[in-house]
DNA sequence: TATTCTATCTATAAACT
DNA sequence: TAGTTTATAGATAGAAT
């Protein structure tokens, strides 16, 4: 951009990072717009901002709405019998949520202790913050792994980044399909969208 | 733009119109995601376009979809004004669950990339095996950590002072023993430790 | 703090391959 | 039809106000 690039990443100057959102924001509904003229297609815009109150939304939220009932008529999915029984359904959905919430917390712990690892490796957080036992989890780790990383470093002082492998791969990957490929023969398949079964949700 | 001006308006001419779609769709995408980066915010893309079979959506389709619910709530909340006090209470009760379980998927997603490019770099994994949107993801991630990663190679290459830490902290372990102190021996006589290495040629 | 300015970076329409 | 190049319009980070 102007006077100095800035690294695409969390920017931790509040000041900066407050207007950088304001002005980006601006721009991107600008966008939207533009494509949406200019190519005649149906889009919507919605950024979450935790610097203003109300989020934004493009056009309007309730043409942004109407969007999504768009598609929702299109793919014939929408109309859904009034819910009986709400309350019955409402204490049901709160007990799945909830164990839902604690496997979520369960996984978390183990990924942070992995993640915690490496960020001792990067020299990203001080060892003196470790807990004993954090420790021995970390030695244990690292030992464990000395093998395979020595063997790593060879090669990876022999080629080049890492980066270029991947890139090498996308190729191969991009005729396989993701999971976003997946969930779009789903929808063309005749199922449930993921984007319209929005009243299922509350 | 470029070598001529267009005019806001719907283009008329068929193939100029469908270039024009297609740029303009990766330009949104990319900025969105600038955005969402930059400064931590909620956000996803979605554009039907009448060009491509599938819909582009961006980050995922899941994660649009968390951020949907959201608006939805969000815009639909007057709906349920009339409500008795119990449901209100218990649909409060799922907002506030769904949002702190948005966020635990959002963090675990998170370290969940964190991991899996470790797990790359160590050769765990295949790349073969990642989604194209994971290996767009895992990229990211790589180029963002290699600038730190290279001011570590230097610092290294100098001077250790992370081995001042690690023995300071260890001496506390020390009292539980192990074979942890045979590798603090190692440090103290002046060796590279162990995890360093990584490091060095990451 | 917000607005405006400006130098620079990014996006992209058209040409080219 | 799709990818690359080029020249220009647009977006924007930091400074000035």
Redesign the interface.
């Known amino acids: 951009m102007p006077w100095r690039k ?6 931790q100057n509040d000041a900066a ?2 207007i ?2 304001k002005q ?2 601006r ?2 509904m600008k ?2 717009k ?2 949406s ?14 610097y203003d109150p ?2 934004e ?1 493009w056009p309007s ?2 043409e ?2 109407s ?2 009932e768009q ?1 929702r008529s299109f793919t014939e999915m929408g109309r859904y019998n009034k819910m009986v029984n ?2 019955e359904f ?2 049901e ?2 007990a799945k ?2 164990e ?2 604690n496997k ?2 369960r ?2 712990q183990e ?2 202790k ?2 915690l690892m ?1 960020e ?5 957080k ?3 913050d ?1 807990s ?1 036992e954090t ?2 989890d970390l ?1 244990w780790f ?2 464990s ?2 093998e ?6 060879q ?3 022999s080629s080049p980044p ?2 270029v ?3 090498a ?2 190729d ?3 005729s396989g ?5 997946e ?2 023969e789903a ?2 398949a005749g199922k449930q969208p ?2 319209l079964d ?1 009243n299922l ?2």
Request: charged share 25%; net charge positive.
């Open positions: 800035i690294k695409l990443a969390f920017i990072r407050k950088a959102y980006r924001k721009g991107i966008k939207v533009k494509l003229t200019l190519c005649d297609v149906a889009a919507c815009a919605i950024v979450y901002g935790p109300n989020s939304v939220p309730s942004a709405k969007v999504l598609f709400q309350e409402l204490i959905k709160i949520l909830k839902k919430l979520q917390v996984e978390n990924k942070e992995t993640k490496f001792c490796l990067l020299g990203q001080d060892l003196n470790l004993l420790l021995g030695e690292v030992n792994k000395m395979v990383i020595q063997d790593r470093i090669l990876l002082n890492v980066v492998v991947v890139a791969t996308r191969e990957v991009n399909g993701g999971d976003q490929v969930a779009m929808v063309h993921w984007f929005l949700k509350l």
